[in-house]
């Protein structure tokens, strides 16, 4: 049996599916090749904290123009 992908492997599925932007050749070969939930979970959660990170920042500077 092959090994699960690594966790930069990981991370760039979940970015790449939180774009939206995911080929199903890709979903599918990610599919039967099983990923490590832990490692899926932690770049979630990292791509969440970024990304209110930036919108944060955005409303910041867009209130301070003001």
Same mark, same amino acid.
């Given at each position: 049996?092959?090994?699960?992908?690594?966790?930069?492997?990981?991370?760039?599925?979940?970015?790449?599916?939180?774009?939206?932007?995911?080929? @199903?050749?890709?979903?599918?070969?990610?599919?039967?090749?099983?990923?490590?939930?832990?490692?899926? &979970? &932690?770049?979630?959660?990292?791509?969440?904290?970024?990304?209110?990170?930036?919108?944060?920042?955005?409303? @910041?500077?867009?209130?301070?123009?003001?």
């Amino acid at each position: 049996m092959a090994d699960k992908p690594g966790f930069l492997y990981s991370l760039k599925a979940v970015l790449w599916s939180f774009v939206g932007l995911r080929r @199903k050749r890709d979903f599918d070969a990610d599919d039967r090749q099983g990923f490590n939930p832990v490692h899926v &979970i &932690i770049a979630a959660l990292l791509a969440v904290a970024v990304f209110i990170g930036v919108l944060i920042t955005i409303v @910041k500077f867009v209130v301070a123009t003001q």
